[in-house]
C-alpha cells in the first residue's frame, strides 16, 4: 500500500493504523529525508529517519555520553545495533537507553508528521524483533500535529459540513487540552453534525475546525467519513497511548 503525502498526511496515516489495530512498516518520503515507523498491534514501537540531526549518535552525545566513547564503534552502525553494543560494554545502562531511545523516537515522529508533500508506503509484512521497550505517548503527537496544521487543510479534511461528530471514551481521560478543546468536547453529549459543533463552539469557524481535526487525530472525538487509506479493517479503538518494543531504520 502506498500513495502521496498530500492525499493522506502522516497524522493521518499514524492515526489509522493506531485505530484499526495494524502492525507493520510505515515509510515516508519527503524530498531527500526519509523515515520508518514501525507498528505492532496498534502501537508504535519505533522510528528512524537518515536525518543526521535525528541520528541515535547526536543524541547519546546531548545526553552526556562522551565522543571519545563513541569513536571506536562504526559510524555507520545502524542505532539499535549501537545501543546493544554500548549495552554490552557497560557504557550505557538498559534503562538510560530506553529514555535516550524515547527521546530520538518522539522527535523522528513529530518532524515526520510535519511533511505535508512526499511519498508513503505501508508494508504489513515488516516486523522487528528483540528490541528494548518503549512507552511513547502518541496522543499528545498527534494532537500538537493536528493542531500546527493551516486553517485551509483543517477545512479540506472536514470539507462535509453534515458530517456526524462522536464522543470517545478516551475524552473523559483526556488532559493538557486547551481551554478552547475542552469547550468544544464539552458540546459533544450526543452525535452532532459537523456544522452544528462549529456553531456552539465559541470560536472562529477556522478555528473550530483545527480544533476537531486536533481532537479527532488524537482520539478525542470520532468522525463518521475518515478518508482511510488502508481497506478491508474497522477501527477497533481510538489510538491514546503506546507502549511496546522496538529495531530499526530505512
Known sequence: MNGQLSEHPPPELIHEILAKSLAGRLQL????????????????????????????????????????????????????????????????????ARDILTKQVTDIVRVAMSWSEGTWDFDPRARLEGAPILKLDTRPLLLEAGRRTPAKVAAARLANPAEFILATSNMATADNLLPAEVFLLSRVEGPIPLRDLVAVSGVSENEALIHVYSLALAGLLRREHWKYAFRGQVPTTAPASSLSQTPEAP
Open 29 to 96: 518520503q519527503h524530498d531527500r529525508a526519509k523515515a520508518v515507523i514501525y507498528f505492532d498491534n496498534g502501537q508504535l514501537v519505533y522510528a528512524a529517519s537518515n536525518l543526521r540531526n535525528l541520528r541515535l549518535r547526536e543524541y547519546l552525545v546531548k545526553a552526556g555520553i562522551a565522543a571519545g566513547a563513541l569513536a571506536r564503534y562504526d559510524e555507520g552502525q545502524p542505532d539499535l545495533e549501537l545501543v546493544k553494543a554500548l549495552g554490552t560494554d557497560h557504557v550505557l545502562l538498559p534503562e538510560r
